[in-house]
């Protein structure tokens, strides 16, 4: 697996980061884009928008990385960039126990605006602020297996396992969507609408739809600065 900048696109993916101020989800998405973080705390106004295309396995997936403002004062307009969700990282702060507690309400947000069916990852972030640590690794087990999602622990400043959290959600993303798709062809061959449909056939179909939504989502993207 790894990133890649070649034409041939088999999945496009919208994905959300979300988390409370300050957790570091535009200084994740900053390091995997682009290999460095900013040091200084802007935080982000409304939603930026980021596109990094990665292969996993013998597939490419370009993603459409939405960077959800945190702060609480943007909540009001948050509900309108659920939309299309392929999946979400639910990112929360290591060093502050709050961020943690309050993913309840982040995920309240994904199931009601967004798609309660979407693959998570969830991230600790800032691993590297070993000595500053808050939150017990019991409570994010508990947490994990609550929600059925997997936990990995980042650190944007560093580096460590910012390539992993996407990659792994990206396959978790292509399996759902492959998945769904066996089962359309199964359902067809089943029943009285039977086609001549194949997996390949009906990947290549919604590879199509999806190109086309992303088109849209990749012309208000900005990179950010
Ligand atoms: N030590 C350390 N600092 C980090 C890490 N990730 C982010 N930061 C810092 O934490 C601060 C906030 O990071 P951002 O990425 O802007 O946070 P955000 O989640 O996008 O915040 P909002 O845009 O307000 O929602 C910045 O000063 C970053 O440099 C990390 O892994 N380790
Ligand atoms: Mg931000």
Redo the contacts with the bound molecule.
């Keep these: 697996m790894s990133t890649t900048g070649t034409a041939e696109t088999h999945f496009v993916f919208k994905v959300l ?1 979300l ?13 995997f884009t682009k290999g460095f ?9 409304g939603v930026d928008i980021m596109a990094k295309t990665v292969k996993v396995d013998d597939k490419i997936a370009k993603l459409s990385i939405w ?5 609480q004062r ?1 909540k009001s307009i948050r509900s309108a960039f659920y939309g299309g969700v392929a999946g979400a990282m639910l ?1 929360f ?1 290591l ?1 502050r126990a709050l961020t943690f507690k309050n993913l309840v309400n982040w995920l309240q947000e994904l199931y009601q605006f967004g798609n309660p069916e979407c693959p998570t990852v969830l991230i600790g ?5 070993v000595e500053l640590r808050d939150v017990r690794q019991e409570d994010i087990d508990w947490f994990v297996s609550e929600i059925g999602s997997e936990y990995i622990q ?5 580096g ?1 396992n910012v390539e992993k959290a996407f990659i792994s959600l990206t396959k978790k993303m292509i399996e759902k969507s492959m998945g769904k798709q066996i089962r359309i062809v199964k359902s067809q061959a089943e029943g009285k609408y039977y086609t001549s449909l194949t997996a390949e056939n009906v990947n290549s179909k919604s590879t199509t739809t999806q190109s086309a939504s992303e088109s849209t989502n990749t012309l208000n993207s900005d990179s950010q600065e």
């Design positions: 980061l988390g409370d101020g300050a957790v570091g989800k535009t200084s994740l998405i900053s390091m973080i900013k040091q200084d705390y802007k935080m982000t106004i960077d959800l403002a945190g702060q943007f990112v702060d060093t972030n800032k691993s590297d602020l980042t650190s944007a400043k560093t460590e």
